[in-house]
T-cell receptor, first 115, second 113 residues
Framework: DSGVTQTPKHLITATGQRVTLRCSPR?????VYWYQQSLDQGLQFLIHYYNGEERAKGNILERFSAQQFPDLHSELNLSSLELGDSALYFC??????????????FGPGTRLTVT | AQSVTQLGSHVSVSEGALVLLRCNYS??????LFWYVQYPNQGLQLLLK??????LVKGINGFEAEFKKSETSFHLTKPSAHMSDAAEYFCAVSEGGYQKVTFGIGTKLQVIP
């Protein structure tokens, strides 16, 4: 158990819908990272928040957005869902963005299926 | 821009044999390099990392990796494979600080009894 929690574990929804994925980082971790893992694209970095502020963006679609709240939990919002958005979404956390010093801990993931 | 290439999406070894998973990277600055392992239905777990200093890095579960700047490689090895090593392994690179971590496509390791 990494200490990072993600809810829900599984999500099945229809195309065009909107969903929210939630992540609670390990106690004391200020950085939250979101990743998408799909069979054809592998593990893709989406976005990084540090202490409530966006710090780095990857290949995140405009239909996707995220935020980190004052209690440090984070939410990833996916809207106008398409079949291709079906994937595993991972959240990871670390104490700071200095991954040379601090480890990045991954949650168990949310499996999103768009039908 | 940084990138990672993992050669071989699937590798099979016999139990007790040497494990060698290959990773090459590109980075415009001295990189941080990582190997992660993902067991079925679980998140990724850090095996080992290179930041600065000693180029041979030892990790958990008997794995090690060597940073070779001249070859831009960071191959993962383990002298003797166990059945419990069957998993997917990801090489990753970061330029440090607030920079993103870029992952390779992963290599699925199968251990044959």
């Amino acid at each position: 158990d990494s200490g990072v929690t993600q809810t829900p574990k599984h999500l099945i929804t229809a195309t065009g819908q909107r969903v929210t994925l939630r992540c609670s980082p390990r106690s004391g971790d200020l950085s939250v990272y979101w990743y998408q893992q799909s069979l054809d694209q592998g593990l893709q970095f989406l976005i990084h928040y540090y202490n409530g502020e966006e710090r780095a963006k990857g290949n995140i679609l405009e239909r996707f957005s995220a935020q980190q709240f004052p209690d440090l939990h984070s939410e990833l919002n996916l809207s106008s869902l398409e079949l291709g958005d079906s994937a595993l979404y991972f959240c990871a956390s670390s104490v700071t963005p200095d991954l040379g010093t601090y480890e990045q801990y991954f949650g168990p993931g949310t499996r999103l299926t768009v039908t | 821009a940084q990138s990672v290439t993992q050669l071989g999406s699937h590798v099979s070894v016999s139990e007790g044999a040497l494990v060698l998973l290959r990773c090459n990277y590109s980075s415009s600055v001295p990189p941080y390099l990582f190997w992660y392992v993902q067991y079925p239905n679980q998140g990724l777990q850090l095996l080992l990392k290179y930041t600065t200093g000693a180029t041979l890095v030892k990790g958990i579960n008997g794995f090690e990796a060597e940073f070779k700047k001249s070859e831009t490689s960071f191959h993962l090895t383990k002298p003797s494979a166990h059945m419990s090593d069957a998993a997917e392994y990801f090489c990753a690179v970061s330029e440090g600080g607030y920079q993103k971590v870029t992952f390779g496509i992963g290599t699925k390791l199968q251990v044959i009894p």
